[in-house]
């Protein structure tokens, strides 16, 4: 006997259970979308510094086969370079610029997404410093996780 088709209403809530989630290549969800994981509240806020680094790892681990280091560092000389939160503005078109020249590369445009959202909230010196901290740290356990096997 073969089963009963669920309806629209189970189908929904399926999806709302996955929400949040990203998937890999294989529809599997493996680990919270990052733009969940790097809200500019969490970032900018008064975050447990070892959960943040913890969530920065296991990104990381993720997105070490999907985006290159020189593309991190790409962004990551031009970000270092930065003395006013203002200046920040600029990236956000230089990695609108990227994005479309990866468009192909998902993982590389959702990791743009969360930097552009974070330089949209980067609004004084402080936020500056943390925005280039997590850029910093990112750059780092993404290297660290590179050469894992």
Do not use: C
């Not at 259970?17 to 979308?33: L, M, R, V």
């Not at 970032?43 to 991190?72: C, F, M, P, W």
């Amino acid at each position: 006997m073969a089963e009963p088709q669920q309806n629209h209403s189970e189908n929904s809530k399926k999806e709302k259970s996955q929400e949040g989630k990203k998937q890999d290549k294989h529809g599997k969800h493996d680990f919270p979308n990052p733009k969940e994981m790097f809200k500019p509240e969490y970032v900018y806020g008064e975050s447990n510094y070892h959960e943040l680094i913890d969530r920065i790892k296991r990104y990381t681990g993720y997105i070490a086969k999907r985006i290159t280091s020189h593309q991190l560092r790409n962004i990551f000389n031009k970000v270092k370079k930065v003395k006013q939160p203002e200046e920040l503005w600029k990236m956000e078109v230089q990695l609108a610029y990227l994005a479309g020249r990866n468009e192909a590369n998902k993982d590389f445009r959702i990791f743009v997404d969360v930097l552009t959202n974070l330089i949209r909230n980067a609004n004084s010196l402080e936020r500056l410093s943390k925005f280039q901290e997590f850029l910093t740290a990112i750059v780092a356990y993404h290297k660290y996780n590179e050469k894992l096997p």
